[in-house]
């Protein structure tokens, strides 16, 4: 079964900047496009950051310029890296699974998700 398993989270100063992880199992990574959601405190879940299985990326406006979405096919992992980050940022973070090449068609798994703390 689908497995996504996320790290990397934690607390950070503003300014500051994490770098989440996602191991991907139980289907062929390479083939799907993969997303970045987070869920603020009271917020709705926001897609901040997506990656087609060719590499093509989105980003939300809001990280645009200080996120950094990535793929690595032959380790099944994901990765984003956040620099600058500022307390507006804090939200837990979940690694998503596209339902097929591209992101704009939608993600239907998601991980357990990963808590981050941004400090002012």
């Known amino acids: 079964q689908v497995q996504l398993v996320e790290s990397g989270g934690g607390l950070v100063q503003a300014g500051g900047s994490l770098r989440h992880s996602c191991a991907a199992s139980g289907f062929t990574f390479g083939a799907y496009a993969m997303g970045w959601y987070r869920q603020a405190p009271g917020k709705e879940r926001e897609l901040v950051a997506a990656?087609?299985?060719?590499?093509?990326?989105y980003y939300a406006n809001s990280v645009k310029g200080r996120f950094a979405i990535s793929r690595d096919n032959t380790n099944n992992t994901l990765y984003l890296q956040m620099n600058n980050l500022g307390p507006e940022d804090t939200a837990v973070y979940y690694c998503a699974k596209g339902t097929d090449a591209t992101w704009y068609r939608g993600f239907h798994y998601w991980g357990q998700g990963t808590r981050v703390t941004v400090s002012s």
């Open positions: 990656i087609n299985n060719d590499g093509k990326t």
